[in-house]
């Protein structure tokens, strides 16, 4: 398996996400420049955590613009997985790989804490590691994590299973107490229609390894290893 990470102008998980692919892999994900048009073939593509081009204009708005973002939509149309983590999610909202848009949060103010949430469903690559309604500890760090998308599309992306993660209480209750930035109906994270492409705002690649604290996000990278070898 070969995976790539995305590298714009203000990523500041890229090495983070890095360790975590190279710990389930076993080898050296590429990391790729947001200058280069093109880049080897891989079979995962990752959108790092950060403020690519500093969060100027809006979130992701300039990243999903970027050189390099053609070929990853390009890609991802052609069926190969990316994986959006917070900054990471916002470009693919920009890209239009994802639907929806991801505003302030709902207190005007950055978040960085633990939080549970609730996985939806084990059927994706992403998830196939964890049981379906596992409320699982994962770290947010943002200030625009607030999922919103209008109501017709998004009954139609619960119809389809498009809602991958919700935040959640430690005994996986859906709660507006464990919701940290407002997102409607608690979402955390999404799919595309094929559950090839998922954005999430909570990091998994910071609790991947036991030595930091916990290691619930570790079965996404092993899951998606799996998956695709």
């Not at 959006?84 to 950055?110: H, K, S, W, Y």
């Not at 992306?157 to 930035?181: F, H, K, S, W």
Request: one cysteine or more; aromatic letters at 6%.
């Amino acid at each position: 398996m070969k995976a790539a990470v995305i590298v714009f102008p203000g990523s500041n998980c890229d090495r983070d996400v890095q360790v975590a692919l190279r710990q389930s892999m076993g080898s050296e994900p590429l990391m790729v420049w947001h200058k280069d048009s093109d880049f080897e073939k891989v079979d995962l593509i990752v959108l790092p955590g950060g403020f690519s081009y500093g969060d100027y204009l809006r979130c992701g708005a300039m990243a999903a613009n970027s050189p390099v973002m053609k070929e990853v939509v390009a890609r991802a149309r052609k069926g190969v997985a990316v994986l959006g983590i917070c900054n990471g999610f916002q470009v693919l909202t920009e890209t239009g790989l994802l639907p929806g848009v991801l505003m302030r949060n709902a207190d005007l103010r950055f978040v960085c804490r633990d939080v549970r949430v609730k996985v939806e469903t084990s059927q994706s690559l992403f998830t196939a590691k964890y049981e379906q309604g596992q409320a699982i500890r994962i770290p947010v760090a943002h200030h625009d994590g607030n999922y919103f998308v209008d109501d017709d599309t998004l009954s139609a992306m619960e119809d389809r299973g498009q809602v991958a993660l919700r935040y959640c209480d430690a005994a996986g209750e859906i709660t507006a107490e464990a919701n940290p930035n407002g997102s409607l109906r608690n979402i955390a994270g999404v799919y595309n229609e094929t559950k090839t492409v998922l954005g999430l705002m909570p990091h998994p690649e910071r609790l991947a390894d036991p030595r930091m604290g916990g290691s619930d996000g570790r079965a996404l990278f092993d899951g998606l290893v799996e998956a695709l070898r």
